[in-house]
C-alpha cells in the first residue's frame, strides 16, 4: 500500500504570506496526486489534478509542483477564504485512492 | 449542473446495518466511475470504496472489505453503500464523489455528505 505524509500537520499564517504544504508518498507515483481544499461543514474541492494542473475555476494563486515521491501545494499570497484544510490524494494505485492526512491553515 | 445527494444517515447501534444513497442528476450517470468516501469527526478523508460504471468492477479499502457493499443503478442515477456489522469507528460523514473524467483522475464533484454515527 503507498502511504502518505503531509507536512506540516497544520500551520498559522497571514493575509498575503506565501504558503507551502508538502505531501510525501512511501513510493513513486509519477505525478499522479491532487490537492483539495476543505472548509469546515463542507465537502472537499480539487484545487490541482496531476501534481501541477490548476483545475477550472480555482485562483491562479494556487499552483502544485512534484513529481516521484515529493509534492508541494503552494498559495501564492493567502487570501481570508484560503484558510482551510488541504489534502492531498494519490491516484497511482487506482482504482484504489489514498488520502494524505491533511494540513489545517489558519489564521495567525 | 452536477448534483449529488446523499441520504440515509442516521443513529445505529453497534452491530446494526445502514444503507446510506447518493442520488446523480445533470451527468451522463452511466459513464463516470463513482465513489464513498468518509470522514470521522475531527479527522481526515478516508476513500472506501469505488465502482465502475457498467458494475464490472468494484474496489474497497481494507478497513471495510468483507462489511461493506457498493452498489449502483444506472436506471435510477443512484450511488448506494450499504453498510454491516458497523462498529463506532464507523462513525463519520459519508461523501459520495465522482470520479471525473480528466486524467490523472481526480474526484471532481461530491455531495454535502450524509452524517452516521454508530453509539448504543
Known amino acids: 500500500d503507498i502511504q502518505m505524509t503531509q507536512s506540516p500537520s497544520s500551520l498559522s499564517a497571514s493575509v498575503g504570506d506565501r504558503v507551502t504544504i508538502t505531501c510525501r508518498t512511501s513510493?513513486?507515483?509519477?505525478?499522479?496526486l491532487n490537492w483539495y481544499q476543505q472548509k469546515p461543514g463542507k465537502a472537499p474541492k480539487v484545487l490541482i489534478y496531476?501534481?501541477?494542473n490548476l483545475q477550472s475555476g480555482v485562483p491562479s494563486r494556487f499552483s502544485g509542483s512534484g513529481s516521484g515521491t515529493d509534492f508541494t501545494l503552494t498559495i501564492s499570497s493567502l487570501q481570508p477564504e484560503d484558510f482551510a484544510t488541504y489534502y492531498c490524494?494519490?491516484?497511482?494505485?487506482?482504482?484504489?485512492?489514498?488520502f494524505g492526512p491533511g494540513t489545517k491553515v489558519d489564521i495567525k | 449542473e452536477v448534483q449529488l445527494v446523499e441520504s440515509g444517515g442516521g443513529l445505529v447501534q453497534p452491530g446494526g446495518s445502514l444503507r446510506l444513497s447518493c442520488a446523480a442528476s445533470?451527468?451522463?450517470?452511466?459513464?463516470?466511475?463513482l465513489n464513498w468516501v468518509r470522514q470521522a469527526p475531527g479527522k481526515g478523508l478516508e476513500w472506501l470504496a469505488t465502482?465502475?460504471?457498467?458494475?464490472?468492477?468494484?474496489n474497497y479499502v481494507d478497513s471495510v472489505k468483507g462489511r461493506f457493499t457498493i452498489s449502483r443503478d444506472n436506471a435510477k442515477k443512484s450511488l448506494y453503500l450499504q453498510m454491516n456489522s458497523l462498529r463506532a469507528e464507523d462513525t463519520a460523514v459519508y461523501y459520495c464523489?465522482?470520479?471525473?473524467?480528466?486524467?490523472?483522475?481526480?474526484?471532481?464533484?461530491w455531495g454535502q455528505g450524509t452524517l452516521v454515527t454508530v453509539s448504543s
Open positions: 464523489a465522482r470520479t471525473g473524467s480528466g486524467y490523472p483522475y481526480y474526484f471532481d464533484y
Open positions: 445533470g451527468f451522463t450517470f452511466n459513464s463516470y466511475w
Open positions: 465502482i465502475k460504471e457498467d458494475v464490472s468492477e468494484k
Open positions: 513510493q513513486t507515483i509519477r505525478n499522479y
Open positions: 496531476g501534481a501541477s
Open positions: 490524494q494519490q491516484v497511482y494505485s487506482t482504482p484504489i485512492f489514498t
